[in-house]
């Protein structure tokens, strides 16, 4: 009994981690598409600040240790990340299209 309690403290640790590093992600990322603005990395850097900010949103009540009740949580997870997955494709795409200079820089 004693190794589940400390299991599940590890684990709600660990969630707590996992959102500061992605709240600092997230400040990041923005300093990034603020500093390459007007090169033809920016189209590649704009939608990362949307997928961390996403990514963070989805593991908070994670790290909240389940103390508030979200109504229609189901629902805003779904919607959260198929949004953050969605500007994930994009960042892909505008990088293949760089990278295979299938577009005028």
Same mark, same amino acid.
């Given at each position: 009994?004693?190794?589940?309690?400390?299991?599940?403290?590890?684990?709600?640790?660990?969630?707590?981690?996992?959102?500061?590093?992605? %709240?600092?992600?997230?400040?990041?990322?923005?300093?990034?598409?603020?500093?390459?603005?007007?090169?033809?990395?920016?189209?590649?850097?704009?939608?990362?600040?949307?997928?961390? %900010?996403?990514?963070?949103?989805?593991?908070?009540?994670?790290?909240?240790?389940?103390?508030?009740?979200?109504?229609?949580?189901?629902?805003?997870?779904?919607?959260?990340?198929?949004?953050?997955?969605?500007?994930?494709?994009? %960042? %892909?795409?505008?990088?293949?299209?760089?990278?295979?200079?299938?577009?005028?820089?």
């Amino acid at each position: 009994m004693e190794f589940a309690d400390s299991y599940w403290l590890l684990v709600q640790l660990l969630s707590i981690l996992n959102v500061v590093v992605q %709240a600092v992600a997230v400040v990041l990322s923005v300093i990034a598409v603020k500093g390459f603005q007007g090169a033809p990395i920016n189209r590649v850097l704009k939608p990362i600040p949307v997928v961390m %900010a996403c990514m963070l949103v989805v593991n908070m009540p994670w790290a909240a240790f389940y103390l508030f009740d979200i109504p229609y949580a189901e629902v805003l997870y779904t919607i959260v990340f198929s949004v953050g997955v969605l500007a994930a494709v994009v %960042a %892909a795409f505008q990088a293949t299209m760089l990278l295979t200079e299938r577009r005028d820089l």
